[in-house]
């Protein structure tokens, strides 16, 4: 008899970097929202509004496979994989072709569905394993580095050419991924559907909503700033092409970040290392809106994003760690939404109602809020961890961890 708690083995550097080019492109609509965004109002004469609501059916669609597909795709996981990576493909060329906004609507709907397919089968490859917030932080690097690269090329393509070959480009690098990415599901371990019906329910309501409250928290405020920072840049003096470019940049840099969890010994310091970034967000926050100029704007936003990065792959590794199929974190995205998609519909509002300091004390305040719940998380899944080893049975041995 094996024990149900046990984590499974790492996962090779190879499916790393294949799992991570599989994140890059399911999340990838989220990273060039304000370019997706612009090539529809321009394509269809449509205000930032209506574009806005167009582009943002991809990310409700993302949501929906989160919420409600994760069980299914984790029990067919080779299957879907292919599936959504052929799928993405033809969302984004339909989105080539389509002749008025309700078609494009639907194609990007659809092509956020089969994205979301592929963050399942992601999650459901990550469930469960040893030093899952290592993997996910080595994840989140390189699919960042993926994307953010992605960003700053298309930041210096003019906006004529934007309509169509935005949709193009995205077409042909997810179909030239195709075989790599067709074949990622083999590593959601067939023993996770046994597993899921084994040990669900048994994971503590008190550590997820932990978890959540962070997230949201975090994700929101981070949201929030994203939302006016060109409207920062505009009052720091900087005009609309030096904006974009140096968010583009920032934001490449700061996926760096991700490369702290991505250590092996980040692990034991795992508090320590989130309340510091936290604090570098606070710090940042201060900054950022205080700037008057290029520097303190571009360096404020690279030390923001990667605290952030920071952050993010410890809080999904502590939830990858107790989730027996993936379907945890994939329905944190959800709630990651809720958080992002409240934070933005504010800021504009309430930039404007308080000015950029007490804005930014704020969001320094939602910092500050979730530094106690991160607590509670860790302590959670080490109170979760403690008492599932004493139910480890006697007459087997615990699945080996192990490192390659």
Known sequence: MN????????????AVLRLALTYAIAVNGMVLTPFLVAAVMRRFGLNEGAATGAVGVEIIGLAVSCAIFPRWIARAAHAFAAIGVVGTVLGQLSSVFVQSV??????????????????????????????????????????????????????????????????ILLAGLVAASIPLVSRVG?????????????????????LILAIWVVTVLIYGVQASQWAVAGIVGAHSGLSASSIGILLSVSSLLGFAGAAVPAWDGSRRYRLGIIL???????????????????????????????????VIPFLTGMLSEVDPDGSLVSRTVVVTLIGAGVGTVMAGSQFAAFGAARFSYAMCLGIAAAAPFVWLALRGAAAYGSRQMSLTPLDGPPVAATHR
């Open 3 to 14: 024990d149900l708690s046990a984590t499974l083995p790492d996962l090779p550097r190879s």
């Open 102 to 167: 309700v078609s494009m609507t639907v194609a990007r709907g659809l092509t956020g569905l089969f994205e979301g397919m592929l963050f399942v089968v992601v999650a459901a490859s990550v469930a469960h394993r040893a030093s899952s917030d290592k993997l996910w932080g080595q994840i989140n690097l390189v699919a960042g580095v993926l994307n953010g690269s992605i960003l700053v090329g298309v930041s210096y393509v003019p906006e004529a050419a934007l309509s169509r070959g935005l949709f």
């Open 186 to 206: 083999v590593h959601a371990s067939s023993v996770l559907p046994a597993r899921a019906g084994q040990t669900r329910g048994k994971v503590p309501l008190g």
């Open 276 to 310: 510091l970034a936290q604090l570098i967000m606070v710090g940042s926050l201060v900054s950022f809106f205080g700037s008057t100029g290029a520097t303190t704007y571009f360096v404020s936003q690279v030390t923001l994003n990667t605290a952030f990065f920071v």
